[in-house]
Nanobody, 123 residues
Framework: QVHLVQSGGGFVQAGGSLRLSCAAS????????MGWFRHAPGKERAFIAG????????YYDDSLRGRFTISGDNAKNTMYLQMNDLRPEDTAVYYC????????????????WGQGTQVTVSS
């Protein structure tokens, strides 16, 4: 089982930027890459972005494309999420996870979830 450790996040004013990191202890056989999700109060866990292990493909929720950018460092087994022009509606707990299934957008196809990190955007 791969262990994920998240860092980054915190409190920022609207229009600001944050970068989240997710370091993996390794790569489990049969997995395809990693992804970011977020969970806001009263809402379901939502897909943000995904990336393959090789970094040759990235996927985004269309509503976040352009403000959020996913990237990876293969040498460090670390994935990043750069978040720009943050808005109060981006306030949520952000999670990273490893994708084992084919559906990039479905949290049920992910495993080994990180501990979560709170992002709070004030207006």
């Amino acid at each position: 089982q791969v262990h994920l450790v998240q860092s980054g996040g915190g409190f920022v004013q609207a229009g600001g930027s944050l970068r989240l990191s997710c370091a993996a202890s390794g790569r489990a056989a049969g997995t395809y890459g990693m992804g970011w999700f977020r969970h806001a109060p009263g809402k379901e866990r939502a897909f943000i972005a995904g990336i393959t292990w090789a970094g040759d493909a990235t996927y985004y929720d269309d509503s976040l494309r352009g403000r959020f950018t996913i990237s990876g460092d293969n040498a460090k087994n670390t994935m990043y999420l750069q978040m720009n022009d943050l808005r109060p509606e981006d306030t949520a707990v952000y999670y990273c996870a490893v994708r084992r299934g084919f559906n990039v957008y479905d949290h049920l196809d992910y495993e080994s979830w990180g501990q979560g990190t709170q992002v709070t955007v004030s207006s």
